[in-house]
């Protein structure tokens, strides 16, 4: 099967104004380099800490940053670097849910208008037909189809979601990019917008992007998990293999720092702390860049990148594999 999307190489860079009067201008390398690929119908969890680039690498995708490299779809088209008028097609084809729903909703549109807005810019079809199928979209999302003339303020932040899910639905696209969609609701609604995701990922055959900061979230909805830090991938695997033996020092510190639902195993777990703070992107460390904070960073790792290597389980790291107990004893 063709991948949905290949990407090889992807890379954002930003331009900062110089600070002082005798500074240079400074560039700040948000994606740095970044290979994965997605099957249709796949959901690929993305997670990182804050500042790691998840972002920025969803918006290159969809051409709303300049990027380089390749990101090849299905079809055999480079998204990157394509005309506003050549991305069209694919705009429809490639949607976003975000992270705040009531802000990323137009408050003077009714919820009806929100919903069809991406149909009318895609789509000539007659009024009554658009009718129809917003209706039928909200009931899919489990709003009340009668609530079709009221306003996003008039919905709780769960209802908003989801009618942001039914916009980025309505025209059919092959692959729904979330960005930490469920970030900014309540813990006991988290669950319900995540579940109603993978209902709709399973019954349309979509391919998912779902980017979350917290391993816990993307665990139940992934297939595979790409793990970043800093604008790279540091690991990517199926999700039952992330999990059950994760490879990378950072993943594994990652991982500790979810709780555990049995108290016995969260009293006896050990938590990985990470050493010293995010470096800045914009001074990234030479050779691997996880490698400051590292609790296993020997010489080599300062020296030489690290490639993305292993298959299916691909891990960036000179040293992979579980820590041993007394590189556990020195971390914690
Ligand atoms: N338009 C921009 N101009 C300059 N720098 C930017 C811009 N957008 C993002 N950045 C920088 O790029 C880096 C990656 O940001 P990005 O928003 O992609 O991270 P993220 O992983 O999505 O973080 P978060 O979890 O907080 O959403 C950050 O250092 C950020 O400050
Ligand atoms: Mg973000």
Redesign the pocket.
Known sequence: MTPLITARDLRVS?D?PAQGLFQKPRQ?H??GGVDFTLMPGETLGIV??????????ARALIGL?PATGEAVWQDGTNLIGLSPRRMLKYRSEIQMVF?DPLASLDPRMTVGQIIAEPLLTHHRLPRDQVRTRVKDMMDRVGLLPNQINRYPHEFSGGQCQRIGIARALIVQPKLVIC??PVSALDVSIQAQVINLLADLQRDLGLALIF?A?DLSVVKHISHRVLV?YL?RVMELAQAEALYADPRHPYTQALLSAVPIPYPQLERQKRIIPLRGELPS?MNPPSGCVFRTRCPRAQDLCAAQRPALSGQPHQVACHFPGALRPEELAQAG
Do not use: R, Y
């Open positions: 930003f900062l700040l948000a994606v990182g800490e804050s500042g790691s680039g998840k972002s920025t690498l940053v992270q960005d930490e980017i900061h970043m604008g992107p």
